[in-house]
């Protein structure tokens, strides 16, 4: 009887919706408030607390039921594809910007002028880049890598949104460069001529997956779409660096810095076809969310 | 674009210093090797700490050749 009558009273003072303990660890620890608290006020991107911890939770839920998850999370003793980074860049600050969704004990700093606003973060191509402790050599098995992003930018000369190399023609690991290629490659030795021959399309969501495995065993997608594969041999080199967001390190340099916008920055391993597609859905779905899909 | 161009001495001053949340000056080279740091640095570098960036002169900035 009490329950007959809890449950329509209950149902209508509104679902109580229940959060991933991902959702509310990094939106917790970025200050975002499940109510509702206006963000980017009069742009494009306003949205609130509320809108935001629906928009992620439903993410981490994509992220979930493909068998991908982040350093904790409580599907990762049986998740096949293992996240080492995802900043969404939600909260329009550094410091909010800094944190990952993937783990929200790693935390990126940001050198030089960028921006930080309801659409993420901006580079000004001249002295922005950022890290967060991913060094080359922590990369366990750089065969497997998946890199992804989702940027909007304009150029006509090359630049690097995650990258790095000991020097021009040398190994490198460039992973998403846009400009008058879009390089690619996880762990490639430039001089066999591992290069995809890109579009000059820099809008849109960019990633690249690599699998263990002789014949093709390296994607480049652009949208969720296959834009291009090759077999590229592995390369042996482990260089000791940085791995910068937003440019390429040059042997701790800071080369071709991007001048446009990233709104989202992952990283993982070992992520199969079907995940990449269930992936890029679920950026779409969030970028949509956020009003910011470009 | 431009940028507010800086002395070496400068430069070396404020490398890596942090000015605000998660961010950090990064003064960087043009194509003369003169030192530079940009809009958002000058902007928000905390005064009267960074008082003396109002004597800096805005200035046009060219980027060295990348490969």
Redesign the interface.
Known sequence: MSRHLWLPIFMGAGKIAVFEPETSAYLITIGIPNDGTVFYPATAQEITGSQIWTAVNNYVLALKAADISGAGWTNSGTATCIMLRDYLFIGGTALRHGYNLANPNANANFFGSWVHDGLGITGNGANTYAVDGVRNTDLADKRELYHGAITVANATVNQWVYGVRVSFGADELSLVGLGTNIYGVPNFNISTGALFNGVLVLTGDFAQRRNLGAGINTFQYYNGSEIGSLDIANNPADLNLDLYIGALNQNNALINPFNGNIRQHLLANGATLAQHNAWHAARVALQTALNRMP | ?T?YRLTTEQAELIR?KQF?????????PDINGDM???????ELAPRPEYDWFSTLTETI?T?PD??
């Open positions: 674009m940028g890596d605000a949340p998660d961010s950090f000056f990064n003064p960087v530079f740091i940009f809009q958002i640095e000058w900035y980027a990348y490969e």
